[in-house]
């Protein structure tokens, strides 16, 4: 089954105690990209990603890094969380940048 | 840059009734429209698309036509059902934009039996 797979589905942790959040699509899609969905704010994206080593940044890219090392994985690594950061994030991935776009389940963060 | 308005919710319809859900945009260039869906706890799911001005998208009964005169892509929908309950995204892509989705703030339906 073609999926896009999010880790964890929840997470409460604390300011300051780094996290990684993984990602990973079984579809060989070029294209990912991390957004935050915030009440009133819709969706708005984080970093996105062209292809293996080529990531950049999106509409709101501070306080989180992402990596890609292999074309199916794509983590977002929180390094010093805050209570900002409290949202609910999604994974997106999709053969080509101008094709519609696969979504994780998400993933609820809670930074206390 | 590229912006989505959409009409605020929440929306609250009784089954079988006529819905639409407005949309409007601004971008640079050509984009490609997207209606997005999210049910209760889950990712969201692509529901229709158009990738050029006059196009029609449906699908589950759901519709919607690309307008470039008026830059709108309102979503439609003859006969509303309970399982419609979700929330709706209008969502633009533009090559000129990062290849990113440009998202509304979403409009909540609740259908009532």
């Known amino acids: 089954e073609a999926q896009v797979t999010q880790n964890p589905r929840y997470l409460i942790t604390v300011t300051g105690k780094k996290l990684t959040v993984t990602c990973s699509q079984n579809?060989?899609?070029?294209?990912m990209s991390w957004y935050r969905q915030d009440p009133g704010l819709g969706l708005r994206q984080i970093y996105y990603?062209?292809?293996?080593?080529?990531?950049d940044k999106g509409d709101v890219p501070e306080g989180y890094k992402v990596s890609r090392k292999e074309k199916r994985n794509f983590p977002l690594i929180l390094e010093s969380p805050s209570p900002n950061q409290t949202s609910l994030y999604f994974c997106?991935?999709?053969?080509?940048?101008?094709?519609?776009?696969?979504f994780g389940d998400g993933t609820r963060l809670s930074i206390l | 840059g590229n912006s989505v308005t959409q009409m605020e919710g929440p929306v609250t319809l009784s089954e079988e009734a006529f819905l639409t859900i407005n949309c409007t945009y601004t971008?640079?260039?050509?984009?490609?429209l997207f209606w997005y869906v999210q049910y209760p706890g889950e990712g969201l799911q692509l529901l229709l698309k158009?990738?050029?001005?006059?196009d029609k998208g449906s699908n589950k009964g759901f519709e919607a036509t690309y307008r470039k005169e008026t830059t709108s892509f309102h979503l439609e929908k003859g006969s509303v059902q309970v399982s419609d309950s979700a929330v709706y995204f209008c969502?633009?892509?533009?090559?000129?934009?990062?290849?990113?989705?440009?998202f509304g703030k979403g409009t909540l339906l609740t259908v009532n039996p």
């Open positions: 997106a991935s999709s053969q080509e940048p101008l094709q519609p776009q696969h």
């Open positions: 579809m060989n899609h070029e294209y």
């Open positions: 990603s062209m292809n293996v080593e080529v990531t």
């Open positions: 971008a640079t260039g050509y984009p490609s």
């Open positions: 158009a990738t050029k001005a006059d």
């Open positions: 969502a633009l892509l533009s090559g000129g934009s990062n290849y990113k989705l440009t």
